[in-house]
């Protein structure tokens, strides 16, 4: 079945990099994505990227894709206290619908 | 970007009672809407899909005589969680997918409505 995994919890200092890792089993998959949850609130789209790169940077973010391990993971560099939130991976089916697959969440915390 | 809202943002009812969420779309149209539950600390889970239109597809284990899903137009969709308990306190976001795309079948989410039932 599919099923996307994720770390419960990330901890870093201000100013260092976040690494925050994911697991997915539909190689399917066309796009794969990171979304950002701040407390009480909804999903905000960080970035993306196509299931036929490797690697895609946007300012801060480092997206890096693994097909042959299934492997996806999202690179903060200079970490700030605002980017404490949740963060979710998410993967499009292989039913052919608009339909996601979200990970299970990582707890950022970022210590001044 | 792709803007989608939803209303209200937080409700406190009394058991027993209905309560109707909204979610609309407020620069695109929306032929595709999604609801999630979202617990504390967890993921989100999707409940339905709904095409505007036609009937929402449920999810296992989602009642659909419980969550009433109706997507009458193209930029409003609506959740009404009927006879609610204190079970059915909740995080409920909506998404939308359809003629505004950055890429092929992204979803734009709304803020999100924090449901309590007393």
């Known amino acids: 079945g599919e099923d996307v995994e994720q770390s419960l919890f990330l901890s870093v200092r201000e100013g260092d990099s976040s690494v925050i890792n994911c697991t997915y089993t539909?190689?399917?998959?066309?796009?794969l994505y990171w979304y950002k949850q701040e407390p009480g609130a909804g999903l905000q789209l960080l970035t993306y990227?196509?299931?036929?790169?490797d690697m895609k940077q946007d300012q801060r973010l480092t997206v890096l894709l693994n097909k042959k391990d299934k492997h996806l993971s999202l690179r903060i560099a200079d970490t700030q206290t605002g980017d404490s939130a949740i963060y979710f991976c998410a993967e499009t089916g292989s039913s052919g619908t608009y339909k996601y697959i979200f990970g299970t969440g990582t707890r950022l915390k970022v210590l001044a | 970007g792709a803007v989608v809202s939803q209303h209200p943002s937080r409700v406190i009812c009394k058991s027993g009672t209905s309560v109707k969420i909204e979610c609309r779309s407020l620069?695109?149209?929306?032929?595709?809407m999604f609801w999630y539950r979202q617990f504390p600390k967890q993921s989100l889970m999707l409940m339905a899909t709904?095409?505007?239109?036609?009937?929402?597809?449920?999810e296992q284990g989602v009642e659909k005589d419980k969550f009433l899903i109706n997507h009458a137009s193209l930029t409003l969709s609506t959740l009404t969680v009927t006879s609610a308990h204190p079970e059915d306190s909740s995080f409920y976001i909506c998404s939308a997918s359809g003629s505004k795309r950055l890429l092929g079948n992204e979803q734009f989410f709304g803020p999100g409505t924090r449901l309590t039932v007393l």
């Open positions: 990227i196509f299931s036929n790169m």
């Open positions: 620069d695109f149209q929306a032929t595709t």
């Open positions: 709904s095409n505007e239109g036609s009937k929402a597809t449920y």
């Open positions: 539909d190689s399917s998959s066309t796009y």
